[in-house]
Antibody
Framework: QITLKESGPTLVKPTQTLTLTCTFS??????????VGWIRQPPGKALEWLAL???????RYRPSLKNRLTITKDSSKNQVVLTMTDMDPVDTATYYC?????????????WGQGTLVTVSS | QSVLTQRPSMSGAPGQRVTISCTGS?????????VHWYQQLPGTAPKLLMY???NRPSGVPDRFSGSKSGTSASLAITGLQAEDEADYYC???????????FGEGTKLTVL
């Protein structure tokens, strides 16, 4: 059974760096074809894909946020970490991590419960 | 800008059939990339409802079906039930983003 859970601060100040950890079980991110993505959802708004890391450490970022995002993995700890620099109130959202399969036609079949991050001074 | 367009809201009476559409472009759906659908109940994480255009994950009722044609995709729900009231999102790959793209979401209300 695949499970994922996000953890990190619930409140960050503007200009600070956000670090979120996704701890998962039920699969290995060392296995060919596996990947983990981060998706966010501002309150009352749509889902927005942020980043994806593949089993081979290949990484993809949303172009508009690429300069602010870093995604890394620690396969031995079953964790994926997302950092986002220079946080702004518009970054207030629920952040989800999710498991996916495939290279381009991937979909997110298992999701974490999400963690609400508020950006405010 | 890469966008998957969905109607913001739809409604239907119990037992009816509704179809939620998702319109993309030549850089995503029209390029042949698969479309996937998610259901998000209030206050919960999205749940995979349909993958690879028309495949249902285990546990998803066959009242739900998906299709794709050209630059658009559709999710059909037959025999609408109160529990189907949720937000529905389509998702595909976009070559311009070199990453995933979600639709704007459709809020389905069961009257």
């Amino acid at each position: 059974q695949i499970t994922l859970k996000e953890s990190g601060p619930t409140l960050v100040k503007p200009t600070q760096t956000l670090t979120l950890t996704c701890t998962f079980s039920g699969f290995s991110l060392s296995t060919s074809g596996m990947s983990v993505g981060w998706i966010r959802q501002p309150p009352g708004k749509a889902l927005e894909w942020l980043a994806l890391i593949y089993w081979n450490d290949d990484k993809r970022y949303r172009p508009s946020l690429k300069n602010r995002l870093t995604i890394t993995k620690d396969s031995s700890k079953n964790q994926v970490v997302l950092t986002m620099t220079d946080m702004d109130p518009v970054d207030t959202a629920t952040y989800y991590c999710a498991h996916s399969l495939g290279l381009r036609n991937y979909y997110f079949d298992y999701w974490g419960q999400g963690t609400l991050v508020t950006v405010s001074s | 800008q890469s966008v998957l367009t969905q109607r913001p809201s739809m409604s239907g009476a119990p037992g009816q059939r509704v179809t939620i559409s998702c319109t993309g472009s030549s850089s995503n759906i029209g390029a042949g990339y698969d479309v996937h659908w998610y259901q998000q109940l209030p206050g919960t994480a999205p749940k995979l409802l349909m993958y690879g255009n028309s495949n249902r994950p285990s546990g998803v009722p066959d009242r739900f079906s998906g299709s794709k044609s050209g630059t658009s995709a559709s999710l059909a729900i037959t025999g609408l039930q109160a529990e189907d009231e949720a937000d529905y999102y389509c998702q595909s790959y976009d070559s311009g983003l070199s990453g995933s793209i979600f639709g704007e979401g459709t809020k389905l209300t069961v009257l």
